[in-house]
């Protein structure tokens, strides 16, 4: 177990990091999917009682991220936040203006209701409903592309690693199958969705802190 792995993928070397977060190198790029900024607000609001840390461990590990890969461009892909402005994105505000030599760029997802001018007030240089990159396409949802592989977030991709007798963890993935990969959800507050892997597709677990290639023998 590591906690990053090295993955080729259209001939693009990608870095997983168990932080939940891809690097591509060639573009100096982070993408990160599914943040929901400002959840754990809209369920105080709501008065659901939650820790008040939630935010910033995910801004805390997104720190890391940067520092730890020094990129010219994080690009967010969707559901950067939960709801309704609220003050959790004065956070992502001072974050962004922490890092003047990375730009922010949004993908929208179907969470990113706030408007356009709100989104840019925060230090978000630009916003897309789906960005081509060859040989990427990036999206929020899942899409298949004639010519471009899709990258995605917003399914919150899980899968149930089966062990020996009764044992089972179930953890966040990095899904890759032939035309789309699918990042697990940053946030660590934020369910999953159990997928059904093809016996072509490549998962891997974020154990703790670490990321496993989960077996095919493990898919049903
Ligand atoms: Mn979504």
Redesign the pocket.
Known sequence: METHIEYVCQNQLLILSAKRAIFWQAQRALLVA?LHLGKAGHFRKAGIALPASITPIDLLRLEDLIKEFQPAICYFL??LFHSDYNKEFLLLKDFIRKYTTVEFVLIK???DIVTDQQIKALGIAAIYESLDIPPFQFT?HPQIDDKLYNIAG?LHPGYTIRGVGRQSISTPVFYFGQHQAILPAFSVFSGKAFIQPKPEDILFGIVEDQLIEIDKSNFE
């Open positions: 599914d969707g559901d997802g179907n969470h929020h917003h």
